[in-house]
C-alpha cells in the first residue's frame, strides 16, 4: 500500500537555526497539508497545498514558515529562526481530493528546539 | 472560528465493553467526517469515514446526526488492542483547512 514518507524522524536543532521537514507524498494524491501537534495536544492545521500554491493556512504558519513542493515528489516545510515553542511532532498528509478526502499521514518528524 | 470539540476523556473501560463517543462540530457546511485512531506518539491513522447515514466495519459503528451536527463512534466488544486516542475530522469542499477535534483517549483494562 502506498504510503507518506517523511524525513527525519528526528531533528534537533538550537534556537534561532532554520530547519527544512522532507516529505513525499502518495503519488497521486493532489493535495498535501503540514500538521504539528506538541507534546500532549490536539493535531493542529497548519497548511494546505494545491497546485503548487498554497490554498489555506492557519494563523500559526506566519511568516516563520513556508513550504514548497521543489519537484515532482518532495514538498517541505521550513522553518526560520525556530523557537524553543516550535518543538512538537510536524506531520504531513495528503489526500486525493479537496475537503472530502481522508487524509494519509506520514509517520512525523519530531522536531526539537533547544 | 470552525470548532470540532470531544470529550478528552480518559474512558477507562474493561474489555468486552461496548464505549461510545461523541463529536460535535460547528460548520454546518462540513460534508464528510472522518474518525482516525492514533497511538501514543505515532500518526493519526483512518479508521472510519461517515460519509451521510453513517457506516459499519466489524465491531466499530459511525453515525452521523446533521440536525444535533454531531457524529459517534461506537466501539463494541472492546479489545485491549483498542486502546488510542480517537480523532475525529470534518471536511468540505469549500475549504482545506480540515479540523481535528482535540481526541478522546480510550483506555480498555483487562
Known amino acids: 500500500e502506498p504510503e507518506v514518507t517523511q524525513t527525519p524522524s528526528h531533528q534537533v536543532t538550537q534556537m534561532g537555526q532554520e530547519v527544512i521537514l522532507r516529505c513525499v507524498p502518495i503519488?497521486?494524491?493532489?493535495?498535501f497539508y503540514w500538521y504539528r501537534q506538541i507534546l500532549g495536544q490536539k493535531v493542529e492545521f497548519l497548511v494546505s497545498?494545491?497546485?503548487?500554491?498554497?490554498?489555506?493556512k492557519s494563523e500559526i504558519f506566519d511568516d516563520q514558515f513556508s513550504v514548497e513542493r521543489p519537484d515532482g515528489s518532495n514538498f517541505t516545510l521550513k522553518i526560520r529562526s525556530t523557537k524553543l515553542e516550535d518543538s512538537a511532532m510536524y506531520f504531513c498528509a495528503s489526500s486525493v481530493g479537496q475537503g472530502v478526502s481522508p487524509l494519509h499521514f506520514g509517520n512525523g518528524t519530531r522536531l526539537t528546539v533547544t | 472560528r470552525k470548532e470540532v470539540e470531544q470529550d478528552p476523556g480518559p474512558f477507562n473501560v474493561p474489555e468486552g465493553a461496548t464505549v461510545a463517543f461523541n463529536c460535535t462540530y460547528s460548520?454546518?457546511?462540513?460534508?464528510?467526517f472522518f474518525w482516525y485512531r492514533q497511538d501514543c506518539r505515532k500518526e493519526p491513522k483512518l479508521l472510519m469515514s461517515?460519509?451521510?447515514s453513517g457506516n459499519e466495519d466489524g465491531r466499530f459503528t459511525a453515525q452521523l446526526n446533521r440536525a444535533s451536527q454531531y457524529i459517534s463512534l461506537l466501539i463494541r466488544d472492546s479489545k485491549l488492542s483498542d486502546s488510542a486516542t480517537y480523532l475525529c475530522?470534518?471536511?468540505?469542499?469549500?475549504?482545506?483547512?480540515?479540523?481535528f477535534g482535540g481526541g478522546t483517549r480510550l483506555m480498555v483494562k483487562p
Open positions: 497545498f494545491y497546485n503548487n500554491e498554497i490554498s489555506e
Open positions: 475530522q470534518e471536511g468540505n469542499n469549500a475549504g482545506n483547512m480540515l479540523t
Open positions: 461517515v460519509y451521510s
Open positions: 503519488s497521486n494524491h493532489l493535495y
Open positions: 460548520n454546518s457546511a462540513s460534508q464528510s
